[in-house]
């Protein structure tokens, strides 16, 4: 029998990974830095490992690619990327089949880590799931029934871009108030150190949060709660049976998870209290849930 076998690429703002899933198992993992000189030179780096990968694992003829950005309803372009440099209406399929003389399955990154997941991650065995990514944005993706729901434009799921504060902070995206602009990794950073009067990381900012530090704890913690509202939200309109949470900001654990569901559970007395639980593939849920989106749903 035939082993079931597909190429996994997922593009970030600072890294491309890349690998081979095999029956289930991801194989041949690695990661390169993402190109800041514009698509052409991105697509550049995605052929060269989607070729280093076949020449190892020449059955893998299925490949799926995973994006920071809103894909076209066809799934062949990519509207805008905010965190990858000059990606705007990029042909990511006409571009990599021009490379590699072969057709690219192209799904958003936080749609791909939702079927990630759902398949095979902490949302197993779930008739109904939703994945939220916490990091340098915010993303999401909506599993029904063991499916994607993508709605009729392609974009359905993208919290990130939900208003959370009328006329707030400016996101990547240019649109204001967005749950991104005031919940993200980059925002908490940002208001860190406009708040402390010196340069924070996020990072930094949740182990002083921690440590008891007043002002990174209210920073933190108006963060982790507009995310919890808006699971809540999610559960009072889509009612899903789990929802799981992962990306950098997430994998501060405990701490984050608490308050996230104490903001979550207190905005949704009287309705059902969503479940949330910490995603379990990590930083290689794209790369997996790409893979899988190029086997089971391909464009």
């Known amino acids: 029998m035939r082993e079931q076998m597909s190429i996994g690429i997922d593009v970030g703002g600072t890294k491309i990974a890349a690998g081979v ?51 076209t309803p066809d799934r062949r372009r990519v509207k805008f990327a905010p965190n990858i440099y000059g990606f705007t209406d990029v042909p990511v399929v006409d571009g990599l089949h021009q490379r590699l003389g072969q057709h690219v399955s192209l799904e958003n990154d936080a749609k791909a880590a939702a079927l990630a997941e759902a398949q095979l991650g902490a949302a197993r065995g779930s008739a109904s799931s939703i994945y939220v990514t916490v990091s340098t944005g915010i993303g999401s993706g909506i599993v029904l029934g063991g499916r994607l729901w993508r709605g009729q434009h392609g974009v359905a799921g993208e919290l990130g871009h939900v208003v959370s504060v009328v006329d707030g902070p400016i996101s990547g995206a240019g649109q204001a108030g967005t749950l991104e602009a005031v919940a993200s990794g980059t925002a908490i950073a940002r208001d860190a150190s406009y708040a402390l009067n010196r340069n924070v990381s996020t990072a930094e900012a949740f182990a002083l949060a921690q440590a008891g530090d007043r002002i990174a704890g209210r920073v933190v913690r108006g963060a982790m709660r507009r995310i919890g509202l808006a699971i809540a939200d999610l559960q009072k309109m889509l009612d899903p049976e789990v929802f799981v949470i992962g990306g950098g900001v997430a994998s501060v654990g405990a701490y984050f998870f608490e308050h996230v569901q104490a903001a979550a559970s207190e905005a949704a007395e009287g309705f059902a209290v969503p479940l949330i639980r910490p995603a379990l593939l990590g930083s290689q849920a794209g790369v997996i849930g790409a893979a899988l989106s190029a086997l089971l749903e391909p464009a």
């Open 21 to 71: 899933l095999v029956e289930g198992r991801l194989q041949a993992f690695q990661t390169q830095p993402t190109p800041e000189t514009g698509w052409e030179a991105v697509l550049d780096v995605v052929a060269a490992q989607v070729q280093t990968l076949q020449r190892s694992y020449p059955q893998a003829v299925t490949v799926g690619l995973g994006i920071p950005g809103p894909v």
